[in-house]
């Protein structure tokens, strides 16, 4: 019995008719959704990226696409058709909001770029909720042609000028004078709400933090994260010049 040939084209989303440029693009999109290292190296990842590999290197080729294009017409011809690849209807996005976002909330438009989807890009507004925590997930269900389906979004973090986000603690660096090293007392310091004032042991070293706690980003399960200050200073340098005897 003969190997039915597989569906490249089913593999990536797209129909027969479409340009080499679509088949470009849904390649790259597919293979960084399903990429293995994206997806915990599970076995339906490896699996889907072999497929999309395989799919890209047929289609990708003219000369290669036009033999297969004729290999599928002879099959459908002898009444043996290639079995369609299921559509995937799922996604997963990352959307990128500013710090005060996650305190605040905020409204954003996603946009979907979907390569199978013929009607071209989707656009939905996303709610996001005050005291938001960074990673959190939101769903939207899919319209239209991939009605049913859903758009899993993940929020990240924006990068800031001002900030360091590791999950949701908040880094930043504060600069004092030596003296104010070694004797100790409170500065002021930038936080997400405003100024805050930090308290400064004496003593403290080039590097070390003082943790302000309660004055990060929110956390998922209630409460906010710590503000880590970060200390550093010009050490103080004296220079005596030794007398002595020729």
Do not use: W
């Not at 979907?114 to 005291?131: C, H, R, S």
């Not at 986000?165 to 997400?192: F, M, P, T, Y």
């Not at 003082?210 to 220079?239: A, H, M, Q, S, W």
């Amino acid at each position: 019995m003969q190997t039915p040939l597989p569906n490249h084209y089913a593999t990536l989303g797209l129909h027969r008719r479409c340009t080499d440029e679509q088949i470009r693009i849904a390649y790259r999109l597919l293979a960084k959704q399903h990429h293995p290292d994206l997806n915990g190296g599970s076995v339906d990842s490896i699996a889907q990226t072999q497929a999309l590999n395989a799919a890209h290197e047929v289609l990708g080729d003219p000369d290669r696409r036009a033999a297969y294009d004729r290999q599928c017409a002879s099959a459908e011809n002898s009444a043996r058709p290639v079995r369609p690849t299921r559509i995937q209807k799922n996604l997963a996005q990352d959307v990128h909001l500013r710090l005060d976002d996650f305190l605040r909330g905020t409204r954003l438009d996603v946009r979907v770029q979907d390569p199978a989807n013929p009607d071209g890009a989707e656009t939905y507004t996303l709610e996001i909720p005050p005291k938001t925590a960074p990673g959190d997930r939101f769903r939207i269900a899919r319209e239209g042609y991939f009605h049913g389906g859903l758009v899993t979004v993940r929020v990240k973090a924006r990068p800031d000028p001002r900030f360091k986000v590791r999950g949701s603690d908040l880094r930043c660096d504060l600069r004092i004078s030596s003296d104010r090293a070694a004797k100790g007392g409170s500065e002021n310091v930038r936080g997400l709400n405003g100024s805050l004032r930090v308290t400064i042991p004496p003593g403290i070293g080039r590097g070390e933090e003082v943790r302000i706690p309660g004055e990060g980003l929110p956390k998922t399960r209630g409460g906010r994260g710590d503000l880590l200050v970060r200390i550093d200073y010009r050490p103080e340098v004296r220079i005596t010049r030794s007398s002595g005897t020729r």
